[in-house]
């Protein structure tokens, strides 16, 4: 069974930076993809970047692009995200997730880690 674990939340003043860190565990599994998804307060979770394991191809949500950075070592079985320019509304729990069934969307889930950024 695969456990992700997060760290690198925090409080952040806008116009900072964070990077967040998830590092995959278990006995004999298979990595596909992995991904960060955030829930906001009082709204729904969604997607913020995702990275195939074999070929490294990346995708960011609209909101993120040019700012975020998703990248992925393969090694550690980690994945890191690099938040710049962040944003008040940037302000959210922050999930990781992977695909280690390759039925095309995310089936484990780490606990969250949450980013606060005010002044």
């Known amino acids: 069974q695969v456990q992700l674990v997060e760290s690198g939340g925090g409080l952040v003043q806008p116009g900072g930076s964070l990077r967040l860190s998830c590092a995959a565990s278990?006995?004999?599994?298979?990595?596909?993809?992995m991904g960060w998804f955030r829930q906001p307060p009082g709204k729904e979770r969604d997607v913020v970047a995702t990275?195939?394991?074999?070929?490294?191809?990346?995708y960011y949500a609209d909101r993120v692009k040019g700012r975020f950075t998703i990248r992925r070592d393969t090694a550690k079985n980690t994945i890191y995200l690099q938040m710049n320019s962040l944003k008040p509304e940037d302000t959210a729990v922050y999930y990781c997730?992977?695909?280690?069934?390759?039925?095309?969307?995310?089936?484990?889930w780490g606990k969250g880690t949450l980013v606060t950024v005010s002044s």
């Open positions: 990275i195939s394991w074999s070929e490294g191809n990346t």
């Open positions: 278990g006995r004999s599994f298979r990595m596909y993809a």
């Open positions: 997730a992977a695909n280690t069934l390759g039925q095309g969307a995310m089936d484990r």
